[in-house]
């Protein structure tokens, strides 16, 4: 198999259980393009231990120069959480400036207590965001931050909370609970946080055909880049051999959910995988190409 970068140094026959061979030449080549042999190596190690999957966008590789970076996302942390038995769930809300909230120190347990959040009409500027994470047998985790202790990552160039700030306030809020509440500490390689990572941007395209997969949109502020995202996938499937329902058969396998249900984050997971897809489709036609021949053509 020929790659751009070569893993001739690295034993590849432990990941194989983990990596199919074609997939972890998109790990190579896309996912954690310009890696050295030992950081590639780091990157799949660290999906394999802790069951990150980088196709879902659970986990990040970032190059910087010779800087290199390998980080959990919130997507990440929050599928550890709930593969425990003693997950409960999590509930994470925007705190808007006309809101009605009160919060106590519980007397029993010590841990933050949210005693009223009701909604006021016109809500205000954000405040504040909270989350609460719960675990079978322990008090709740409450996380609330206010709006002045992210500001300098809503105003730092080039970051996407410019563009995403509620969501974005609301992801910090709860990767921190979840962490909070479980203790997950992923052994992995943080040069830089999370809330920082460039979010995926497809290209601009003027053809927009977002009925032809049978999704919506999404809600809130990502809506306009999740139906960008359905975009291209409609693009893709329709320059290749692909068709609709094998792009619903990828979201069932490995979302459990219906197209319309994605997020960005698993739109730009399930654009990745439809790739794939794609290239087993060009390599199983190139085979039937090579070995399907006339009678006449072997005289």
């Not at 010590?110 to 504040?128: D, F, N, T």
């Not at 995926?200 to 809506?223: F, V, W």
């Amino acid at each position: 198999m020929t790659r751009n970068n070569q893993l001739a140094p690295i034993n590849t026959k432990e990941f194989e259980n983990y990596f199919s061979e074609k997939e972890l030449e998109v790990v190579v080549n896309s996912i954690a393009k310009g890696a050295t042999n030992e950081e590639l190596a780091l990157f799949i190690q660290i999906c394999k231990q802790n069951n990150l999957n980088p196709f879902k966008n659970h986990i990040y590789f970032i190059k910087y120069g010779n800087q290199m970076s390998i980080q959990v996302s919130v997507e990440g942390i929050q599928y550890l959480a709930q593969q425990r038995d003693d997950y409960k769930g999590v509930t994470v809300q925007l705190i808007h400036e006309n809101d009605d909230f009160e919060i106590i120190v519980d007397s029993e347990t010590q841990e933050l207590k949210i005693e009223k959040h009701s909604i006021k009409i016109p809500r205000g500027k954000v405040a504040a965001a909270y989350a609460i994470a719960k675990r079978e047998g322990y008090p709740d985790k409450v996380v609330v931050i206010e709006a002045e202790e992210v500001e300098h990552l809503r105003t730092k160039s080039g970051s996407q909370w410019k563009t995403y700030y509620n969501d974005m306030f609301k992801k910090h809020a709860l990767k921190r609970a979840l962490k909070l509440q479980f203790g997950i500490d992923v052994d992995d390689a943080t040069g830089a946080q999370e809330d920082n990572v460039d979010p995926y941007t497809p290209r601009e395209r003027k053809d927009i055909t977002p009925e032809d997969l049978d999704h919506e949109g999404g809600q809130g502020d990502e809506s306009e880049d999740i139906k960008k995202a359905w975009d291209e996938i409609d693009d893709k499937v329709k320059a290749s051999s692909l068709s609709k329902k094998d792009v619903t058969d990828l979201v069932k396998s490995n979302f459990n959910q219906k197209p319309a249900d994605l997020n960005l984050s698993q739109v730009t997971g399930l654009s990745r995988l439809v790739d794939l897809k794609i290239q087993e489709a060009k390599k199983a036609d190139a085979i039937e190409m090579e070995f399907n021949f006339d009678e006449d053509q072997l005289d």
